[in-house]
């Protein structure tokens, strides 16, 4: 679980973040909304322990970040997984060389017992006998599978996702998403998610926080967003034909 509560994020004179608060729960796929400048970025570098807000805390069951030691923060990035926009796997390392990487760096297991941990993960996101090829050789799902699979190796308490549709192409980003969802559910991880993909709010978002320059301007549920009366969020994710339909429908429907 993971408490935010009234964080202020500055850069010089622009105030970037603007008293947030919010929790996210374990076992949920919690998912940040919001037009380009609205901090979306900032907020999840900022629960990444990447940005330090000026004020306000964050609280990572139980543990408030303005408390940590150093070896408290050194601890608390072994529990970290983390999903980049672009997968970030290493192009000169293989599958297995890339989802080993943490176990190596954070683990003293035995070669033996990182391989099975490694095999484990990759058979849970389907990537099983994987193991030699090179990013270059894989599809972009196949990479962002890869990815998924470096992030829970270390069987993560929190979750984190930048964008881990981008690039990909409808039928891949609805696999994705069900993916980081049962893993999700299965491992009880707290899942955040940054996404500009409204498919993804729409099916997997159990919790949705929308940012608006830098304040929560709404949350709620998948469900909860069909039926929204806040402007902002209808103008947001309703701006397509589609959606205005689907919205207009679960209306009708009530």
Not at 53 to 71: A, F, K, L, R, S
Not at 114 to 131: A, C, G, Q, T, W
Not at 155 to 169: R, V
Request: proline letters at 3%.
């Amino acid at each position: 679980m993971i408490q935010v509560n009234d964080i202020h994020k500055s850069f010089g004179e622009a105030e970037v973040l603007k008293g947030i608060s919010t929790e996210f729960m374990p076992g949920k796929t919690n998912l940040i909304i919001g037009q380009s400048g609205a901090g979306k970025t900032v907020f999840l570098k900022s629960l990444l322990g990447l940005h330090i807000p000026e004020e306000g805390t964050i609280v990572y069951n139980g543990q408030i970040n303005t408390e940590m030691t150093i070896d408290d923060k050194r601890e608390f990035r072994k529990e970290l997984g983390m999903v980049f926009q672009g997968s970030a796997l290493f192009d000169s390392l293989n599958v297995e060389e890339n989802v080993m990487f943490p176990l190596k760096m954070f683990t003293k297991q035995t070669l033996g017992e990182m391989l099975d941990r490694v095999n484990f993960v990759l058979k849970r996101v389907d990537l099983e006998n994987s193991n030699p090829k090179f990013p270059a050789e894989l599809s972009g799902g196949m990479q962002k599978r890869v990815a998924i699979a470096r992030a829970i190796v270390m069987n993560p308490k929190y979750l984190f996702c930048d964008e881990p549709n981008s690039g990909l192409d409808p039928s891949t980003s609805i696999l994705i998403d069900n993916l980081i969802k049962e893993i999700t559910e299965e491992y009880q991880i707290t899942t955040v998610i940054n996404t500009h993909d409204m498919n993804s709010v729409m099916e997997i978002g159990d919790k949705i926080v929308f940012l608006k320059d830098g304040i929560k301007a709404w949350e709620g549920s998948s469900k909860e967003i069909f039926k929204t009366e806040n402007k902002a969020v209808v103008d947001f994710v309703y701006s397509s034909n589609l959606f205005k339909k689907v919205r207009q429908a679960y209306l009708n429907e009530k």
